[in-house]
């Protein structure tokens, strides 16, 4: 496994839509693992194909831990609304209000081609969305409902007794 470098803003890359992966082997594995480990790495929630360069329809994210593996995923079920922060690791720090389903399923391959249902509820409908979208070409910023300024981020403190 390899950590890759996040491909950021300004890349032509991040506006294109990938291709759907019709060969499930070791070099899809390989992409896979080394998404993991770079997810890891950046400490984030969710990684797209052509965030690492590869316009591939593969995405990572993590649910509590643990590391879900989509290939060629398609939303097949949205429900309910959520107005949430989000960032990404392509544009970092910063950070808008999005809007986004608050429940999807997803229907999608893992990586041996087989097929896999996978639903999720908040903040996973949301990272969900927010990969998927990296596939088509589309930034959270284009769907940004405002903008968070830095001070907005900042813990508030608190007056300690």
């Known amino acids: 496994m390899a950590i890759r470098?996040?491909?950021k803003l300004g890349d032509d890359i991040l506006r294109k839509k990938s291709k759907p992966v019709t060969e499930f082997n070791e070099k899809l594995?390989?992409?896979l693992d080394d998404m993991k480990e770079?997810?890891?790495s950046q400490d984030g929630v969710g990684l797209a194909a052509p965030q690492v360069g590869v316009l591939k329809r593969a995405i990572v994210v993590s649910d509590e831990g643990n590391m879900i593996e989509l290939i060629n995923p398609v939303v097949v079920k949205a429900s309910g609304v959520q107005e949430n922060v989000e960032g990404c690791l392509s544009i970092p720090g910063k950070y808008g209000i999005t809007k986004r389903p608050r429940k999807v399923t997803v229907k999608a391959q893992d990586r041996?081609?087989?097929?896999?249902m996978v639903t999720g509820t908040d903040l996973l409908a949301r990272c969900l969305c927010h990969e998927i979208d990296h596939l088509n070409g589309i930034l959270f910023i284009d769907n940004v409902i405002?903008?968070?300024e830095p001070e907005e981020l900042q813990p508030k403190n608190k007056?300690?007794?």
């Open 159 to 161: 007056n300690k007794k």
């Open 29 to 31: 594995n390989q992409l």
């Open 38 to 40: 770079t997810l890891k």
């Open 112 to 116: 041996n081609g087989n097929e896999i």
């Open 146 to 148: 405002r903008m968070l």
């Open 5 to 7: 470098n996040v491909v």
